[in-house]
């Protein structure tokens, strides 16, 4: 007897009726994805986590719209509830590796990886950061979006516009020309990933961090040798991070306890980082007290005190000084421009104090009124 249409019973991706192989065209993406929705939401005792490549799968049937945008809100939901498994999260990493944008540095560089969700409590370094180590000739990769779900802080475009650095709109090869000429790049996601970028209007529903967020935290689009910083709030986050890190061929990572789950590190207390090594992390603890760095984390406002802040950070004044010369000189370390945290810390201040992260600045901005 022939089935209705769209009736399958007991099928699955592998398996078709009867537990026989079927034809792919007869399985719709849709019908697909209903096997890893059923896997991941059957509730508490009877939920099973996916294999890498289903993980991966079902990912790619999310970013090509081949799951309706029902399935794909109960899918992130579920997930969000069971917890992602670091197989699943190495599975989504192909995916992102696979279908989203790609950039290469003639020498490693230093990625970091943090929520694209932004910031609204604390006010961020890392835009600073970035231009310290590209200045000191490290490569550095940053990613991210607009506004997003759930906390729409402040993202990083916003960040560099205010500085006067227009990173929007700039087409990916445009982005890997200032990556090469100035060592600088950032992927918008907009711009650069439109697949992902499908998924937030959904994520925006759903009001809560699905695992994507997570997957974020640990993807660069940056192909080559590199450090990876991953920032991190809960401590199970990180060795989750740390076996899906190893899984995915991560050899070089570095896991970040920093300000609202960022990399930026704190000058407030000290900084609880690791090395991701095997699966496992050598923890590694900062004391800025011990490198003259103490002070207060300085509270987000709004973006022109943050613009104004920040400038004046640039050369060595005002509010974010302080935590600009930590920040550069734990990663300059990190990246093997220094040889120990104190050298870093030397060689941030001088950085600083010289003007070179001005005059990058400001050779950045010329760089992008020449690309325009």
Not at 122 to 134: D, E, F, G, K, Q
Not at 263 to 283: K, M, V, Y
Not at 355 to 360: F, H, Y
Request: aromatic share 6%; net charge negative; with cysteine.
């Amino acid at each position: 007897m022939a089935l209705p249409s769209g009736t399958l019973p007991n099928a699955s991706p592998e398996t078709g009726l009867n537990g026989h192989a079927p034809a792919a065209e007869l399985l719709s993406g849709r019908e697909r994805f209903k096997h890893y929705l059923q896997k991941v939401g059957s509730g508490e005792h009877t939920s099973r986590g996916l294999s890498r490549e289903e993980a991966g799968h079902a990912l790619e049937l999310m970013l090509l719209e081949e799951a309706t945008p029902a399935q794909i809100g109960a899918f992130l939901i579920a997930h969000r509830i069971r917890r992602p498994e670091p197989q699943e999260l190495a599975g989504m990493l192909d995916v992102y590796r696979r279908l989203g944008p790609s950039l290469r540095s003639a020498e490693p560089a230093l990625c970091f990886g943090m929520p694209f969700d932004g910031r609204t409590r604390t006010a961020p370094i890392y835009p600073l950061t970035a231009l310290a180590l590209s200045a000191a000739g490290l490569p550095v990769v940053l990613q991210g979006g607009g506004r997003m779900p759930v906390k729409y802080g402040v993202p990083a475009i916003e960040l560099f516009a205010a500085l006067g650095l227009e990173l929007q709109g700039l087409n990916l090869t445009t982005v890997q020309a200032g990556l090469t000429q100035h060592r600088l790049a950032l992927v918008h996601q907009p711009d650069h990933f439109p697949l992902a970028e499908s998924l937030t209007p959904i994520r925006d529903d759903l009001g809560k961090r699905p695992p994507v967020a997570s997957l974020e935290l640990l993807w660069t689009a940056h192909q080559g040798p590199h450090l990876l910083v991953s920032g991190f709030v809960h401590p199970p986050t990180e060795s989750r991070a740390w076996k899906a890190l190893e899984l995915a061929g991560e050899a070089m990572a570095i896991t970040v306890k920093g300000l609202e789950g960022s990399t930026d590190l704190p000058i407030s207390r000290a900084c609880i980082t690791a090395r991701a090594q095997g699966g496992d992390g050598e923890r590694l603890i900062l004391h800025p007290r011990d490198h003259g760095c103490y002070d207060n984390d300085a509270l987000w406002q709004d973006l022109e005190s943050w613009r104004e802040q920040a400038l004046a950070a640039l050369g060595g004044q005002g509010p974010l000084a302080t935590a600009l010369i930590w920040n550069a000189g734990a990663y300059l370390w990190y990246g093997g421009v220094c040889q120990d945290l104190a050298a870093g810390v030397a060689r941030a201040t001088d950085l600083v104090q010289s003007g070179a992260l001005l005059d990058q600045l400001r050779a950045l901005i010329q760089w992008r009124h020449d690309a325009s």
